[in-house]
């Protein structure tokens, strides 16, 4: 049996207890490089085999299933934040499943909670955005046109953006070309919930400057949207002018 695993957004202990169960049963774990917090194969029995994912290829990675699959081993295949958002799992699934190899996926908190929790915001409020969008910037891994960042930048909407730390001198134009206002407010944080986060502030008419200056180039998102700061609407839920399905109104 092959478990894919979300390891969480960086910190050990961010793991979801099934990852743990896991992790603590595996006989294989194949993780992600430096995407995923070493400190978590600490959760590994003495006996179980390790590999570092950012060396291999997928067919490398997939033959490792293989044989331990043969064997009647377990394996974790441990994926950083949820294997979900840029995990490239569907790959891994349908070789699997070409091979007969039976496997689930246990989700994780992605970076983008992190992120949240870290920066203490809320990505949707009222009157500010009720819609997130995630999404990356196009470098030597291109996206399709319908969703480049000045098409989704026209929604206004909060934007977390992975993968684009590098790239922030094209994001900036495209993201001013798309209609955010200058001032618009940036969040760039560095390894969210993990021992050495970095944050940063700045706007997106300053946001390829302030990276610069500040050396990240990886590993790092960008957040960007008046919900980081700045007036905002009441939420109806506790509101005590607005009935719901389980109180009654009181002014």
Not at 32 to 37: D, E, I, K, Q, R
Not at 119 to 126: F, G, H, K, Q, W
Not at 148 to 167: D, E, P, W
Not at 224 to 229: F, I, P, Q
């Amino acid at each position: 049996m092959v478990h894919f695993v979300g390891a969480g957004s960086g910190a050990a202990d961010l793991i979801t207890v099934r990852g743990a169960r896991l992790l603590k049963e595996a006989d294989v774990v194949i993780y992600a490089g430096s995407l995923v917090n070493p400190a978590l194969l600490e959760y590994t029995h003495p006996g179980c085999k390790i590999y570092n994912s950012a060396e291999m290829t997928l067919e490398q990675v997939i033959e490792v299933m293989r044989s331990a699959e043969a064997e009647g081993k377990t394996t974790v295949r441990l994926h950083t934040g949820d294997p979900s958002i840029y995990g490239a799992v569907r790959e891994q699934f349908d070789l699997l499943k070409d091979l007969g190899i039976d496997y689930d996926v246990t989700p994780g908190v992605s970076a983008f909670c992190g992120a949240a929790a870290a920066l203490r915001v809320e990505y949707t409020l009222p009157d500010v955005s009720q819609t997130v969008i995630i999404s990356r910037a196009a470098g030597r891994t291109p996206v399709p046109e319908r969703e480049s960042i000045r098409s989704l930048a026209q929604h206004g909407s909060t934007m977390i953006l992975f993968l684009s730390t590098g790239l922030t001198e094209t994001l900036q134009r495209e993201l001013l070309a798309g209609g955010y206002g200058k001032d618009t407010p940036v969040a760039v944080i560095y390894k969210a919930t993990w021992p050495d986060e970095k944050q940063l502030f700045c706007t997106v008419g300053t946001l390829h400057e302030s990276v610069k200056k500040s050396g990240l180039t990886k590993t790092a998102l960008i957040i960007v949207g008046n919900c980081l700061e700045g007036e905002y609407g009441r939420s109806k839920l506790y509101d005590p002018t607005f009935t719901t399905e389980f109180r009654e109104a009181t002014k």
